[in-house]
C-alpha cells in the first residue's frame, strides 16, 4: 500500500472543503440531506381539544402541537434536541406570518415559534415575525434563517393562499407575480431575501376556507374547525397536501366535484416548472399525529 504525503496547501484546501460542506449539510433540509430517504416528508397533526372555551386557542396545546411535529419531521423524541436540528444559536430567524384579517397567522403559534428559537440560542432581537413590511425589517434584512408560516385559504387570484405565495412580500410589486392565476409564484424563493433560507414551514389547518365569493372574501360559513397544522421542509409537498384537504371539504360541503376557481396552478407548477419541491402525493411520505376523525386525506 502506498501512502501519500498530505502537503500544507492541500491539507489547508481539503479542510476549507470540509469547512464549506458543514455549512452546506446545516443549511440543507433534512429531508434533502437523508440519502435515503426518497420521498418528501410531510406531518399533519391534528388536536381536538386546541380551542379553549369561546374558541380561543390553548397557548399550551399549540406548543405541544408544534413541538410533536417537528420531533416527527426530524426523528427526535425531545423537543428541544429537534428544534436545535432546525435552527442554530448563530442564527438570525424571520418567521414571516400572515396578517390578512379574516383568517391570519395565530398569535399563539407565533409565540411558540419564537420561545422555542430563543430555546435554541438566539437572541430575541435577532428574531422578527412579519408580513407586509419583510422588506423594511431589519431583521429579515440579514436573516440567516426563515420559518414559514400561514393559514390555508381558497384565494381569488391564485386559487389558494399558500406557503409558496406567502413569500410575495419580498418583492416591491407583488401584483407583477399575478399574471396567469400567479402561475409562477415559485420564482419568489428564488430572491435573494429568500434563496436557501427556508428552515421550516408550517400550513395552519386550524380553521380552513375551503370556498369564497369574490376577492378578499372571509366567510365562516366556509371554514371548519378542523385543529391541524401541516409540517415540513418543502413547501410544495405541504401546500399540494392542503390542497387535497380543501378539495375533499369542497366534496364533502357541495356533495359533489366543484374545482377550486381559479385553480391553485402554482402549486403543482412549482414542481414541475420550477423544481422547488414535489407534488405528487405518491412521493410525499404522509404522517398523521393525533385526532384522525374526518382527516378528509
Known sequence: ??????????????????????ALYFSLPLSAIRSEEKKSRVVLIRYKDIFEAQNKISQQRMQQMIDEAVMALVDETDPLKAWRKIISKDDVVGIKSNVWWGLYTPKELEQALRKRIMDCGVAAGDISIEDRRVLNDKVFNRATAL????????????????????????????????????ADLAALWKLPHVAGKTRL??????????????????????????????????????????????????????????????PPKHVFLADTRHHLGTADPAKIDLIRIGWQEEALI
Open 147 to 182: 420559518i414559514n408560516v400561514r393559514p390555508l385559504r381558497t384565494h381569488d387570484w391564485s386559487g389558494v393562499g399558500s406557503l409558496i405565495k406567502n413569500y410575495i412580500m419580498f418583492v416591491k410589486k407583488p401584483w407583477e407575480y399575478h399574471n396567469d392565476s400567479c
Open 201 to 262: 414551514n408550517i400550513l395552519v389547518m386550524l380553521t380552513p376556507q375551503f370556498h369564497h365569493t369574490g376577492a378578499h372574501h372571509y366567510n365562516p360559513e366556509y371554514t371548519w374547525p378542523y385543529c391541524g397544522l401541516l409540517v415540513g421542509f418543502d413547501p410544495v409537498a405541504v401546500d399540494s397536501t392542503g390542497v387535497r384537504i380543501l378539495r375533499a371539504k369542497r366534496l364533502e360541503h357541495f356533495k359533489e366535484e366543484r374545482p377550486i376557481n381559479p
Open 1 to 22: 500500500m502506498i501512502k501519500k504525503s498530505i502537503t500544507r496547501r492541500r491539507f489547508i484546501r481539503d479542510s476549507s472543503k470540509a469547512a464549506l460542506a458543514g
